[in-house]
């Protein structure tokens, strides 16, 4: 073998011990019955419920604006399109706990953040905050995931579509938006998959209230803060059980998706 | 009937300029030039695809020029035919029918003769079968003119040969039952001259020539065309004129032309069909031609290329020419062997 196949495979099998002993070694530290009394704690099955239901609302929020954003991206041309594209990217460079900061900033200081969160939706260490700081954080990951799935789609399908009397609009319903089908199931999984795990965002404009805002990121936080390790523990496993069959679906679906 | 007039479009560095023609209901238009001339370009305006910069689409004396292409009534089959692929062949094929489908939809089925392939998956079907099935659905749409993209260049040589003749015959079923105009894009003379019924030949973005097939490709209007129909182009200066016979010497050669304007002591580009060649092995006149002012010299066989039934030839006369003969006949001549090059005064034109 030669000595770039050693040094690659070599970095390979290293980086999956690294994750397999990580795992192993935290999930042996403590043992089953304490771990079953903390999964079945009215605070996680709270966290849980929290979580599966905000992660759900903001990924279909985030869904709904991501598919023509990123069709507009991935089909349209226009003027300023590049400095959009590059606009969009911020969010996911940016530390999420900046993004809260910035929205927090904005409901608690500025006239029209104050308005909205007194009289609209009251969005600053409430529920509607945990959605919104997720939203804030997966719907630019939604429109990056998105892009080349419908990069992917040849345009023709909607042109011939149009020659046989369907309008644009149909058409994108009848024809574009069933062909991206598995890319954008994939998509919607893995947005989904990274609002289950916010944490930044979240906990700087909803707060960490125990049985309010506690999300599984936030209870794990709270947790640690208490040295509840027999509870972060169980976090952490629900977590790895949602996070090894989402990416189990995304790997059967995404590529598929991209190769329609 | 379809008609088209001052059709522009610039797009980057290439120009579709001034382009103009029409189709009558029932006959087909042959569109045929090298890539990138501009003929997918002129489908793609006449559906809509494409916004032209100047000029007027007209169907059935309707201006489509800015209407989308779902108000065109344009039935457009492109290259590989682009069938939905997450929807059958029957759902391909009912795709732009409004209404109640199935009746519509069993009725083109069978005129094309495609009941069976109904269900089915069409990344499944054969290419002739999915030219079947995208011929199939832009008919259901009732289209007013229908635009053909190259609907034989992506299939195998052997599959092509026979869907040509299919295809031939479907189109005559086409034009003759529905009465549209149909514009077929390709880059295959031979496809064209089967196909067409009038012949444009497209050079960079404009029309070199356009008319009835059997105009253009018995007199070409110029170099560019007489070199992509593949036909012989001889330069040479007119030395003698007699009788309505003009003497041209090429290179050294003296051709007998038959062409009236024609003027003496003039530079002159002749062009000669190799299917206007005769070879033989003896230099007598052939006893069809005794009547005629013919043309008799003597060559060297260069190269044979075999093209199914027929051979083309190249010979060196002291210019090289190309004929073509039955390859029945290729026993006769071997690379190398000399060779008596026989054409009919009548046959060599000038360019004008």
């Known amino acids: 073998m030669s000595p770039l196949r050693v040094l690659a495979f070599g970095c390979l099998i290293f980086l999956s011990l690294f994750i397999v002993a990580i795992i192993v070694s935290s999930s042996l530290f403590t043992n089953p019955l304490a771990l079953a009394s903390a999964i079945l704690s009215d605070e996680i099955i709270f966290a849980i419920s929290l979580t599966l239901s905000t992660a759900t609302i903001s990924t279909a929020a985030a869904l709904a604006l991501a598919i023509p954003a990123a069709y507009a991206l991935a089909y349209a041309k226009f003027p300023g399109k590049s400095v959009i594209d590059t606009f969009i990217d911020i969010p996911i460079a940016l530390p999420p706990v900046a993004l809260g900061t910035a929205l927090l900033i904005f409901f608690t200081n500025t006239p029209l953040g104050v308005f909205i969160n007194n009289s609209v939706i009251k969005f600053v260490f409430e529920v509607p905050g945990v959605i919104l700081a997720q939203f804030a954080v997966v719907s630019v990951l939604a429109v990056r995931l998105l892009k080349p799935v419908f990069e992917g789609i040849d345009p023709r399908y909607v042109m011939i579509a149009r020659t046989l009397g369907v309008s644009e609009l149909r058409a994108f319903f009848r024809v574009t938006l069933p062909l991206a089908k598995s890319g954008l199931f994939a998509a919607a999984v893995l947005t989904w998959a990274r609002a289950l795990g916010e944490f930044g965002a979240t906990v700087t404009l909803a707060g960490a209230t125990r049985f309010k805002t506690e999300t599984l990121s936030i209870a794990m936080f709270l947790s640690l803060a208490r040295a509840d390790l027999e509870m972060a523990m169980a976090i952490i496993l629900i977590l790895l059980a949602l996070t090894v069959a989402t990416l189990l679906i995304t790997r059967r679906l995404f590529y598929r998706g991209l190769a329609v | ?352």
């Open chain 2, 1 to 352: 009937m379809i008609s088209v007039s001052d059709l522009t479009v610039k797009r980057g560095n290439f120009a579709l300029e001034g382009i103009n023609f029409s189709v009558e209901g029932g006959k087909c238009l042959a569109l045929i030039g090298p890539n990138g001339s501009g003929k997918t370009t002129i489908l793609e305006c006449v559906a809509g695809i494409i916004k032209p910069s100047r000029g007027r689409i007209l169907i059935e004396d309707v201006d489509v020029t800015n209407l989308p292409p779902e108000k065109r009534r344009v039935g457009y089959v492109p290259q590989d035919f682009v069938l939905f692929p997450h929807l059958s062949a029957e759902q391909n094929i009912a795709f732009g029918l409004k209404g109640d489908k199935s009746d519509k939809v069993k009725e083109i089925m069978s005129w094309f003769e495609i009941s069976h392939l109904a269900g089915r998956d069409v990344r499944s079907l054969s290419g002739g079968e999915k030219q079947k099935v995208a011929l199939a659905r832009a008919l259901a749409a009732n289209p007013k003119v229908l635009l053909l993209d190259e609907p034989l260049s992506s299939l195998d040589p052997l599959s092509r040969d026979r869907l040509r003749r299919e295809l031939k015959s479907i189109l005559s079923k086409i034009l003759t039952t529905l009465n549209l105009p149909v514009i077929y894009v390709t880059h295959d003379l031979s496809e064209a001259d089967l196909i067409g019924d009038y012949l444009a030949v497209l050079n960079n973005g404009r029309i070199e020539q356009i008319g009835l097939k059997s105009e253009v490709l018995a007199e070409p209007h110029s170099r560019f065309v007489a070199d992509f129909l593949g036909y012989n182009i001889l330069e040479g200066r007119v030395v003698e004129l007699k009788d309505g016979l003009a003497t041209v010497d090429v290179k050294g050669l003296l051709l007998q032309v038959e062409a009236e304007d024609i003027n003496l002591r003039k530079e002159v580009s002749l062009v000669l069909r190799p299917q206007d060649i005769v070879l033989s092995q003896e230099g007598a006149v052939r006893e069809r031609w005794q009547h005629c002012r013919c043309n008799i010299i003597s060559g060297e066989i260069t190269e044979i290329y075999r093209m199914g039934n027929i051979a083309k030839v190249l010979i060196d006369i002291g210019v090289p020419l190309t004929a073509y003969v039955s390859a029945s006949m290729l026993d006769e001549f071997r690379v190398g062997s000399s060779v008596f090059v026989q054409f009919k005064a009548c046959k060599v034109k000038p360019l004008r």
